[in-house]
């Protein structure tokens, strides 16, 4: 009699597990997992087309990368996004670690084109500012959360500029001045719509062309001013500085409407094209599968940012508000640098595209930060 009780119990008590997973399940942005699907499935077919006929070495561990941030995200959505607002200890002892390991990379880091941003374990390298990207976010959340109607005060202001500048200032000794300039947009979109006095505004403006300045004399290395100015003429130095950028607007024309195919797009499958896995995927594709592929991979991030930002404005409360529009502000500023670089209109500053360029680390924190996205959905009410 007892363990039919027993067992009656133990089954009712995975009944409840079961359902209450499934609504949760349920209750997921899939046309944002959709979204961020066929944008994988394009950087797998770019990059197997660049391996194709050799041991396809990073197609099959962007694969890996892929599915595991997929089972991450999904793995992400039952855990309760509330524990960054409400335990302060959490999200300061993450930010903390990212300080530590930005810290750590520049004694024992592994230099990558001029650039010491890596760890190196055996075949896998972690680059800690995809982390400090995520944390700076959390952290910012819960402070303007907690501070929004404070935040005419300077010293609120103050306050949140030294959590984003610490790391910053870390990311710009690298040097990595595409990370450091998108952390700094997520700190001043999220100082802007959090309130902010017109004068104070003015303030941080002058203080910002003060600290560009003093960045360009001091911190940047010779070569990263010249990939910056090249790009305003490339034909001052083409099989120098301007070379990634002339080859990566000759694959884009290349293209034309259609693309011309796997097999024929020879700036990728010759290697005249640099980086066609990572920094200038995108030319890789649209040379691959021509304007008509380029403008439905538009419309994907379009999609994916329009989703994120939804998110935000149906969540219960004022964390998972400012956390969503962090994370789209995170997105957009990678997808308009990375095409711009790819096009240029923009200089090359080594910034990758979101789901598609080739890399570990961005494709991770990408998945847990919409992971955490879908937690917030999965909470609110208004879905």
């Known amino acids: ?43 797998l077919l770019s990059i197997y087309n660049l391996e194709r006929g050799g041991q396809i070495f990073y197609f099959r561990k962007q694969l890996i990368f892929i599915a595991v941030g997929f089972l991450l995200m999904i793995s992400l959505s039952l855990f309760d996004y509330r524990s960054f607002k409400s335990y302060s200890s959490f999200t300061i002892i993450l930010y903390l670690i990212t300080l530590l390991a930005l ?29 400090a990207k995520l944390a700076v976010i959390l952290l910012l959340a819960k402070y303007f959360s907690l501070r929004h109607i404070e935040l005419y005060r300077i010293r609120h ?50 203080i910002g062309a003060i600290c560009f300045g003093a960045t360009w004399a001091l911190l940047l290395k010779d070569y990263q001013k010249e990939r910056i100015l090249t790009f305003l003429n490339p034909q001052k130095d083409p099989l120098g ?23 024929n797009a020879t700036q990728t499958r010759l290697h005249f094209l640099p980086e066609a896995h990572t920094d200038f995927i995108f030319a890789a594709a649209a040379e691959e599968f021509g304007f008509v ?18 998110t935000g404005m149906f969540a219960p409360d004022n964390f998972a508000k400012l956390f969503s529009l962090g994370i789209s502000l995170m997105f957009l500023c990678q997808i308009v640098i990375n095409v711009g670089m790819n096009m240029g209109l923009m200089p090359i500053i080594g ?25 917030i959905r999965v909470r609110s009410s208004r879905f």
Do not use: C
């Open 1 to 43: 009699m007892v363990d039919k009780r027993v067992r009656r119990l133990r089954a009712t008590t995975m009944n409840h597990f079961v359902r209450h997973y499934l609504n949760i399940l349920k209750k997921l942005d899939w046309i944002m997992v959709g979204t961020v699907g066929l944008i994988s499935f394009f950087s």
């Open 103 to 131: 810290s750590a990379v520049l004694l024992v880091g592994r230099r990558i084109r001029g650039t010491v941003g890596w760890f190196s374990f055996g075949g896998i390298h972690f680059a800690p500012v995809e982390m």
């Open 157 to 206: 202001l103050v306050a949140s500029f030294f959590y984003a500048g610490l790391p910053v200032f870390l990311v710009l000794l690298q040097p990595d001045l595409g990370s450091a300039f998108i952390i700094l947009v997520i700190w001043f979109g999220l100082v802007i719509v959090s309130g902010i006095r017109f004068r104070h505004l003015v303030v941080i403006l002058l």
């Open 241 to 263: 500085y301007s070379y990634n950028l002339i080859q990566s607007v000759i694959a884009i024309g290349s293209g034309q409407v259609l693309g011309r195919g796997l097999d």
């Open 293 to 310: 592929v380029v403008v439905f991979l538009f419309a994907l991030f379009a999609l994916l940012v329009y989703r994120i930002i939804r």
């Open 351 to 375: 910034i990758p595209l979101p789901f598609m360029s080739y890399g570990g680390s961005a494709t991770m924190i990408n998945f847990i930060a919409l992971g955490i996205l879908q937690g």
